[in-house]
């Protein structure tokens, strides 16, 4: 299983700001993803990290809003921009492994925004 | 658009009881469907099951899928304290390789 690494783990930002997370994984994997999980809520796919190009992002999700980059096969970025408070939530970076469609997720990003 | 569907949304029962999550779903050309479990952030990869009445045990924790009917179990035996958490699935299409669609969870507590 591949085991993955998320930076910074929480923050409290303010509104109007821009906060950039950061996900590493330890092996190559195949596909990079990045979920929102809003207070009481399940997790929401926000859009797949394709490397060396622009993402694929799911419906009610846009690039201006969430830019995400992935440079290579190990690591990717997710911006959150012109943050407001209703971005507050956990943001988690996963991965497929090489072997399998197993999914595999960070330990997450706590986003307050005041 | 897939939808996953679980129930119970919440349990409490009491240590040293069985319990049983159910998750039923509709998906677009179905691949794989998906157990996690999550304590405080990260969901943690319990089960992965692409085949019909094929069960996956870890040790208290078990597994079956039924593709007929569009649903699977999780069934927990003798559970303990540290059993408490939400309980996600996830089932994922084809349409889009690796897209995981969430229910909403099963919140789990384990009492003494």
């Known amino acids: 299983s591949a085991v993955i690494s998320q930076k910074p783990s929480r923050d409290i930002c303010q509104r109007g700001t821009s906060l950039t997370i950061q996900c590493q994984v330890d092996s190559q994997v195949t596909m990079m993803f990045w979920y929102r999980q809003q207070p009481g809520q399940s997790l929401t796919l926000i859009a797949t990290?394709?490397?060396?190009?622009?993402?694929?992002?799911e419906s009610g999700f846009v690039i201006d809003k969430f830019p995400i980059s992935r440079p290579n096969l190990t690591f990717s970025t997710l911006t959150v921009s012109n943050m407001s408070p209703e971005d507050s939530s956990i943001y988690l970076c996963?991965?497929?492994?090489?072997?399998?469609?197993?999914?595999?997720f960070g330990p997450g990003t706590r986003l307050t925004v005041t | 658009e897939d939808k996953v569907v679980q129930s119970p949304l919440s349990l409490v029962v009491h240590e040293g009881d069985t319990v049983t999550l159910n998750c039923s779903y509709e998906v677009t050309n179905f691949r794989s469907l998906l157990w996690y479990k999550q304590e405080k952030k990260a969901p943690t990869f319990l089960f992965m099951l692409?085949?019909?009445?094929i069960e996956k045990k870890s040790g208290r924790l078990s597994s079956i899928l039924d593709k007929k009917e569009l649903f699977s179990i999780l069934n927990i035996t003798a559970t303990q304290t540290g059993d408490s958490a939400v309980y996600l699935c996830?089932?994922?299409?084809?349409?889009?390789?690796?897209?995981?669609?969430f229910g909403t969870g099963t919140r789990l507590q384990v009492t003494l």
């Open positions: 692409t085949s019909s009445g």
């Open positions: 990290a394709n490397q060396g190009s622009e993402a694929t992002y």
């Open positions: 996830a089932v994922e299409g084809t349409g889009t390789a690796s897209k995981l669609t």
């Open positions: 996963s991965a497929t492994s090489l072997q399998g469609s197993e999914q595999y």
